[in-house]
């Protein structure tokens, strides 16, 4: 949506072509309803891919300004929050969605729903593209396919066939930014217990990864802020620590520690603190040592269905500067199907922008 407006822009005439009934139904879900569309720290060293370089430049040329400015061309106001990730000042999501629905209206971009594409082809200098009811023709095509993540959302992985056809690969594809499973006993009596807390993940008793941010059990594993960033880092066999009170060193804490059951009334929230005296056996070290490092195992991710973002994809290696194919004159790919994942923060939505643009300086 995002690339077919800045085309429509540069007086191109556009075709978009959207699988599901309407555009924009994933947008209109994102950053728990009210669409996190960029972040003020976008920098490559938060992205995976193949090719960080290339992906420095692609964000080179597009900042988080430049999203918000881009954005409320639209309409709107678009605002940073206090960790630097920006919303719309009406915090709603599905906002977004209507706006980019507008402006493709207003721009006069032929939008074609219920239109799943499955046969790409060059034919002499055109592309076809086809799906059950019908054909277009063009002298270039984006693939915005996105990835296999959240395949509600009409996104399974059956598009990076389209690219296959033309030689391309696709890397190997995992689920990022997803729950992490535990054994449903390692968190039995948790479930709906929210912390700000700091979480560290240790393979082979070495830490990969460390953050602080939001933790909330569920029925069968943690999910939250912070476990979808160390979800990019966790794998099954992992020990995952919890840190509740990672602002309190020991000898505060310890000094605070009343005996009983009652003894960590406002330390933690009580429903926590009943599970972890429990756990301890009413023993203060064991309890002590359970409010600073609580060890989880984790026995693998809630999958693709559950994820927010695919890591893997079409190599960027695979693509000239502007994200055009090597292999193809013409084909052009942008957002999630290629193989470039942000991190948890609006990082995502900013590299379906950033890539839009690159596609559309490339098509100038
Ligand atoms: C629940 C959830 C919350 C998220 N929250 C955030 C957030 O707050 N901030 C952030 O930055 N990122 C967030 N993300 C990630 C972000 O939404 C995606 O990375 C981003 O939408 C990718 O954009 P895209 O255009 O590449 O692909 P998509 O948004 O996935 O769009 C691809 C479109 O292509 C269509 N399509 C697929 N195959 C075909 C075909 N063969 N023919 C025709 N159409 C086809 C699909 O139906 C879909 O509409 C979230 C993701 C989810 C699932």
């Not at 429509?8 to 728990?32: D, H, I, Y």
């Not at 393979?203 to 909330?216: M, N, P, W």
Request: charged share 25%.
């Amino acid at each position: 949506m995002a690339c077919a407006v800045m085309l429509a822009r540069t007086k191109k005439q556009v075709v978009l072509l959207e699988r599901g009934g309407r555009l924009g139904r994933k947008l209109a879900a994102t950053g728990n309803g009210q669409g996190n569309v960029t972040n003020v720290r976008i920098a490559a060293e938060h992205y995976t891919s193949d090719d960080p370089q290339k992906v420095a430049k692609v964000l080179a040329r597009f900042s988080w300004e430049d999203a918000v400015r881009f954005l409320e061309g639209m309409g709107g106001i678009f605002l940073p929050d206090g960790r630097g990730r920006v919303y719309p000042a009406g915090r709603q999501a599905s906002a977004v969605t209507d706006l980019f629905r507008r402006e493709l209206a207003r721009l006069g971009v032929e939008t074609i729903t219920d239109a799943r594409v499955t046969s790409l082809q060059k034919r002499g200098a055109a592309f076809a593209a086809a799906w059950a009811e019908g054909e277009v023709r063009a002298d270039a095509v984006v693939l915005a396919a996105g990835g296999c993540a959240a395949p509600n959302f009409g996104t399974d992985g059956t598009a990076y066939a389209l690219a296959e056809a033309f030689g391309h690969t696709v890397t190997p594809l995992s689920p990022v930014l997803v729950r992490l499973r535990t054994s449903p006993d390692a968190v039995r009596g948790l479930r709906g217990i929210r912390v700000d807390a700091g979480l560290k993940v240790l393979r082979g008793g070495k830490a990969r990864f460390s953050c602080r941010g939001d933790v909330l059990f569920t029925e069968n594993g943690v999910s939250g802020d912070a476990v979808f960033r160390a979800s990019s880092y966790a794998e099954a066999g992992d020990t995952l620590l919890i840190d509740f009170l990672p602002e309190v060193g020991q000898d505060r804490l310890s000094a605070a520690l009343k005996e009983g059951e009652d003894g960590l009334l406002c330390i933690v929230n009580n429903g926590l603190a009943r599970q972890l005296y429990a756990r301890a056996g009413g023993e203060r070290g064991r309890l002590l040592s359970l409010l600073k490092a609580f060890p989880l195992t984790v026995t693998g991710t809630l999958g693709f269905a559950e994820a927010q973002v695919t890591r893997g994809g079409i190599p960027l290696k695979e693509t000239d500067g502007d994200l055009m194919s090597k292999l193809c004159g013409g084909l052009y790919f942008a957002g999630e199907i290629l193989n470039v994942d942000g991190a948890c923060g609006g990082y995502n939505l900013h590299w379906a922008w950033a890539s839009a643009n690159a596609v559309k300086e490339g098509l100038r």
